[in-house]
């Protein structure tokens, strides 16, 4: 038996980019069967699945009207924003938590409540600091995923093996050498690996940030067509979020494998 069919076996990575593809073009070959026909005699109507090419003459049409390259650029710019500041208060909060029992004691209950507290519950405080422009859908962004960064480097920290702590300690190394010396670069790679999730989840909640008094965006492009009950456009949008979402995961895992590869 291959090891693909085995648990946890090993698969090349021909094989895999081939299954990968595979799946995807079989989606295709279903998706235009089921859509095919005039739209009023199709399997499924219009409205709950356009045909692909329907989607693609929605890009056009978006194209045309020079909505799309801009909303793209303020989605991702947006999360951008969001990434970096998440990064900016999540990752060293999570390293002092994790060297540090006392901090996280006193921290962790606040931050495994808040994770569990869903980003739109904080919309309306949002607003009523940071008012309905620019600043409030960044802020919704860190919101999404500043508690997830900061266990996540947390827990990176913490499972850096305690031999390499000894050894320092051994060898006289003050808390601060430990911290830049042993526990953060045995603890890089799964901080990047946090750094992914979060920008994945950042752009599951793009369409949330962007539905409040915006006037760009992808997720303001949705809302608009769906008031307009254009599902080819709304259909549209999501799919660029998704290929925009797997592109920048894809650079950030790229990123990795070159930088942090131990």
């Known amino acids: 038996m291959h090891q693909a069919f085995t648990v946890r076996g090993k698969i090349e990575p021909r094989?895999?980019?081939?299954?990968?593809?595979?799946?995807?073009?079989?989606?295709?070959i279903v998706w235009v069967?089921?859509?095919?026909?005039?739209p009023d005699h199709r399997m499924i109507p219009p409205v709950f699945l356009p045909a692909p090419r329907d989607i693609l003459d929605g890009v056009q049409d978006l194209v045309k009207a020079g909505q799309l390259p801009g909303?793209?650029?303020?989605?991702?710019?947006?999360?951008?924003?969001g990434l970096f500041f998440t990064i900016l208060?999540?990752?060293?909060?999570?390293?002092?938590?994790?060297?540090?029992?006392?901090l996280d004691s006193a921290l962790r209950k606040f931050?495994?409540?808040g994770k569990s507290v869903p980003p739109t519950a904080?919309?309306?405080l949002i607003i009523l600091w940071f008012g309905i422009e620019e600043r409030s859908k960044v802020v919704f962004l860190f919101l999404g995923a500043i508690f997830y960064m900061t266990l996540m480097t947390k827990n990176a920290i913490q499972n850096v093996r305690d031999d390499y702590v000894n050894?320092?300690?051994?060898?006289?190394a003050s808390n601060w050498q430990i911290i830049q010396g042993v526990l953060l670069p045995g603890a890089l790679p799964q901080i990047w690996d946090a750094i992914i999730v979060c920008n994945g989840l950042m752009w599951t909640y793009i369409v949330l940030a962007e539905w409040v008094n915006a006037q760009s965006g992808l997720g303001y492009m949705i809302s608009i067509a769906s008031r307009l009950s254009r599902s080819d456009e709304v259909?549209?949008?999501i799919i660029l979020i998704a290929l925009i979402s797997a592109l920048t995961d894809w650079m950030l895992r790229a990123v990795r494998k070159r930088f942090f590869n131990w």
Do not use: E, H, K, N
Not at 72 to 81: G, T
Not at 89 to 101: D, E, F
């Open 89 to 102: 208060v999540g990752v060293p909060l999570g390293i002092l938590m994790g060297s540090y029992p006392f």
């Open 122 to 124: 904080f919309v309306g």
């Open 111 to 113: 931050l495994d409540g």
């Open 71 to 81: 909303s793209i650029w303020i989605s991702v710019w947006r999360i951008v924003q």
């Open 235 to 237: 259909y549209a949008g």
């Open 15 to 28: 094989l895999d980019a081939m299954l990968g593809l595979g799946a995807i073009a079989l989606v295709l």
């Open 167 to 172: 050894v320092a300690v051994d060898l006289g």
């Open 33 to 38: 069967c089921i859509t095919l026909g005039p």
